[in-house]
């Protein structure tokens, strides 16, 4: 944004101010300052899968994100190849629920989403509950929304690595300021 040339110190403290209260990614002065080094706490990756958002559990599962303290860094709904679900779960290649699981995550829409607050891995976790919605601990995603071990209402990524590939895989790095 070009600086107004003006003499008059109060215009230019209220200019200052309303630049430096713009988004990170419209503020390129802020941006080249602080963009690339800033602290951010924790990110980590998650999908609202094909069950949940055909049984229109989406805004409820949200709902539960926000109020666990989770902000969404990007998000986005998408109908996933499964060719892109066997690349995403390819650590699950050899177990005798690939071929089940991949054609679960391609049959509908699901979400795609970065989430990020302190310690959000382990918090994600947690807030989703047991893989298998039966063994999942009350109040949890898994336990209310879940219906099956397969279908399972939400992913969530298990470590800082697999945080890491999980969301380069979906996400560039100009969607994720
Ligand atoms: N899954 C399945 N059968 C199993 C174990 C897992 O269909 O016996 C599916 C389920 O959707 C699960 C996903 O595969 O969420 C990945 O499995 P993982 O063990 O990584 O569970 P998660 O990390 O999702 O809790
Ligand atoms: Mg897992």
Avoid: C
């Amino acid at each position: 944004m070009d600086r107004p040339r003006t003499l008059d110190p109060r215009r230019e403290r209220a200019f200052q101010n309303r630049v430096e209260s713009l988004p990170l990614q419209w503020n390129t002065e802020r941006f080249l300052r602080e963009g690339a080094t800033r602290k951010v706490p924790e990110r980590t990756f998650s999908i609202i899968k094909p069950d949940a958002v055909a049984d229109g559990l989406a805004g409820a599962i949200l709902a539960e994100l926000d109020k666990a303290g989770f902000r969404i860094v990007s998000i986005r709904r998408e109908s996933i190849t499964k060719h892109e679900a066997e690349g995403f779960y390819a650590v699950h290649s050899s177990k005798p629920f690939f071929s089940g699981l991949t054609d679960f995550m391609s049959s509908g829409p699901l979400f795609l989403m970065v989430l990020e607050k302190d310690n959000a891995i382990a918090d994600l976790r947690k807030l989703m509950g047991a893989t298998n919605p039966a063994n999942a601990e009350e109040g949890t995603i898994r336990k209310k929304f879940a219906r099956s071990l397969g279908e399972n209402a939400i992913h969530g990524s298990d470590a800082p690595e697999t945080a890491a590939f999980e969301i380069a895989y979906w996400f560039a790095g100009y969607e994720l300021i």
